[in-house]
């Protein structure tokens, strides 16, 4: 079965994500520091399945070197699968991820979740990046404006409604995320044609 790919560091909400895709109840924070292997869900009502990758990022008690390792996981996991991952889905805490982004940017680095999303274009898997914990932003616009302009997608974030989905895991509003993904499920039917 095809799969879609859901990446995000720890906490965005993932887990809540995955909940109301699949119907399944899930563990929500699972203990840090475990490396977790990839799992395949059904996404309901849909033939294909959703593979949940570690969360990635800054954990509590876990040593640098096991986060870069779960990094480097995600990137041979994604790697290997490639011609099966048919989208990505790289979930971004709403209300943290702009000051997340600019902490770890500079002249030597870059975040994470941004070389992520580069990483994702250059293997050419449609990559849909979902704003999680919109029920917490104030100035919706301008917040989805910031995040578009970090990942080099230049703003109104509206330009970008089949990339960038506001979404409320917790809340169960994700219809723009599922919108968007089928955008892309579709257009790599088409190519298959
Ligand atoms: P994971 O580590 O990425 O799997 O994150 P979880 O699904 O465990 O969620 C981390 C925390 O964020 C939990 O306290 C969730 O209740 C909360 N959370 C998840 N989605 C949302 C959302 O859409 N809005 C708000 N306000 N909180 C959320």
């Not at 563990?27 to 570690?54: C, M, S």
């Amino acid at each position: 079965k095809h799969e879609v790919a859901l990446l995000g560091r720890s906490n965005v909400g993932k887990s809540t994500l995955m909940r109301e895709i699949t119907g399944h109840t899930f563990d929500t924070g699972q203990r840090p520091g475990v490396t977790r292997k990839p799992n395949h869900y059904d996404w309901a009502g849909e033939d294909f399945v959703i593979t949940d990758l570690p969360g990635f990022g800054f954990m509590k008690g876990t040593p640098e070197d096991v986060r870069e390792q779960i990094k480097t996981d995600i990137v041979h996991y994604v790697e290997s699968n490639a011609d099966n991952i048919l989208a990505g889905v790289l979930v971004l805490d709403g209300k943290a991820a702009v000051d997340i982004i600019d902490r770890h940017s500079g002249p030597d680095e870059i975040p994470h979740t941004v070389e992520l999303y580069h990483f994702l274009q250059d293997v050419e898997i449609p990559t849909v990046i979902a704003v999680n914990k919109m029920d917490k932003v104030d100035d919706r616009d301008g917040r989805l404006d910031e995040i578009s302009e970090r990942f080099g997608l230049v703003p109104p974030w509206k330009q970008w409604q089949d990339t960038i989905a506001p979404i409320s895991a917790k809340r169960g509003n994700i219809d723009t995320l599922n919108d968007a993904v089928r955008t892309h499920l579709h257009a790599a039917k088409r190519d298959d044609l």
